[in-house]
């Protein structure tokens, strides 16, 4: 692929949280024709989620918490129900879920699952979700989660599994990483 495509010109319009970058490009097309062509790309560090669930009580570990990106589009609300996921932070993907799952929910969990890896938003977005399953216990609870940075306000949320479904069906879960996670689960009859 890299034969296909040539940089003209990378310019950084942003450098505050990460990288928003204009670039300039000529992309060889099936046909052989060449185009020049424009983009601006959001230059986002990869990052692993996952879904705990337990399977004796047919109920999952929700998140939920304001995301200013969401509050722009529905200024009504901003708060995005979502399963736990954080930033690889130099860690291995399975390294980052397990420590995230902890900070976040409270939850210890040793023995995670990877099911698949996407990009969530490849027109726009550089970041590659590392996507895993995990199944906890009452007793690996050992904080009571909520985020250990300074900025975040996150409430945990035990959900029955079949409030979660009909969530993603009425809408009230809207963030791609979860509704995939919550299908996944399903289909592989994780829960009932």
């Known amino acids: 692929m890299s034969d296909r495509i040539k940089i003209i010109n990378e310019k950084v319009i942003s450098d505050r949280w990460f990288t928003l970058k204009d670039i300039s490009y000529d992309y060889t097309k099936n046909n052989g024709e060449v185009q020049r062509q424009d983009r601006v790309v959001y230059h986002k560090d990869n990052y692993s989620a996952i879904l705990l ?22 200024p009504a609300d901003g708060f995005v129900t979502e399963v736990c996921a954080g930033m690889l932070d130099n860690d291995s993907p399975e390294e980052a879920v397990i420590r995230e799952a902890e900070e976040e929910t409270g939850y210890r969990v040793k023995q995670v699952q990877k099911v698949f890896e996407c990009y969530t938003s490849p027109g726009t977005l ?6 895993y399953v995990g199944e906890y216990e009452d007793n690996m609870k050992v904080t009571e989660g909520g985020g250990t940075d300074a900025d975040e ?6 959900t029955p599994f079949k409030a979660a479904l009909e969530m993603v069906k009425t809408g009230e879960i809207k963030d791609a990483k979860t509704i995939m996670l919550i299908q996944y689960a399903q289909l592989q009859g994780l829960l009932k």
């Open 53 to 74: 669930y337990n399977s004796n009580k047919n109920s999952i570990i929700l998140t939920k918490q304001f995301r200013m990106p969401a509050y722009v589009n529905t």
């Open 153 to 158: 306000d996150i409430e945990v949320l035990e």
């Open 126 to 131: 550089s970041e590659l979700a590392h996507l």
